[in-house]
């Protein structure tokens, strides 16, 4: 698997971003790529349309063998449009639905099932096969790209990041107090962080970014400026 990969990641540029939740690595993997006009591989919204699947199935999430059938079954589709990327699960849009604050609570446990990242790891390399892709998730730069052209671990503190879900979620309509979503953050980050299966953590050669002071523009430039850096490093063959 990893030589293939490693044959087909010669065909484009590979730009991996990692870090815990709403440290903004989603909302500028998105704009970093449309500015580059590359595509935006949302790994975390492949998982959140699983673990929607398992909601509307109802399945308990100590069921691993019934949840890991499920995503061997299930049809996850990324596609592109002109306001981001659309998640279609089994061919229905649920682009709103997997942002909800459940999901938000449910996804941490469905990610950690073996068969699960085992089935989601092959369909994102399938997807990055082409490259000129921005990979973003929680385990882009250590197991699913290892060989990625350059990788980002994006972190801003807790308090910002609840404020940034806050705000993504009261366009949605949807109120939580910053309190609660400060817990509901950190219990994720630490659940990943310490699962068995890809846990979350900063690739050895990724360069770290503290987001907490940084708008969304800093952000985009910084990364932008850091890719073509490297694609030029690349291109003069040092």
């Not at 709403?22 to 590359?38: D, F, I, P, Y």
Request: proline fraction near 3%; charged fraction near 30%.
């Amino acid at each position: 698997m990893e030589k293939n990969m490693e044959k087909n990641k010669k065909q484009g540029f590979i730009v991996t971003i990692d870090g815990p939740a709403a440290s903004g690595k989603s909302t500028t993997a998105r704009m970093v790529a449309h500015r580059l006009g590359w595509l935006y591989l949302d790994t975390g919204a492949m998982y959140r349309a699983l673990t929607l699947k398992v909601l509307q199935e109802k399945i308990p999430l100590d069921n691993t063998k019934e949840i890991g059938h499920l995503a061997e079954t299930t049809k996850i589709d990324l596609i592109p449009s002109d306001k981001g990327t659309k998640v279609l699960m089994d061919g229905e849009d649920v682009s709103m639905d997997i942002r909800l604050p459940q999901v938000d609570k449910t996804v941490g446990p469905v990610c950690e099932v073996s068969t699960v990242r085992k089935v989601m790891v092959a369909s994102q390399r399938k997807l990055g096969e082409k490259g000129n892709i921005v990979a973003e998730g929680r385990d882009m730069g250590t197991v699913v790209f290892p060989d990625a052209d350059i990788k980002f671990f994006m972190v801003a503190s807790l308090k910002e990041s609840a404020k940034r879900r806050q705000k993504d979620l009261a366009q949605q309509g949807i109120n939580v107090s910053v309190e609660d979503l400060m817990y509901e953050i950190e219990r994720r980050d630490q659940r990943d962080s310490n699962r068995e299966n890809s846990p979350l953590k900063k690739a050895k050669d990724a360069l770290l970014i503290d987001t907490t002071k940084m708008n969304i523009e800093e952000q985009i430039t910084f990364v932008v400026d850091k890719i073509q850096q490297k694609r030029e490093y690349k291109n003069e063959g040092l």
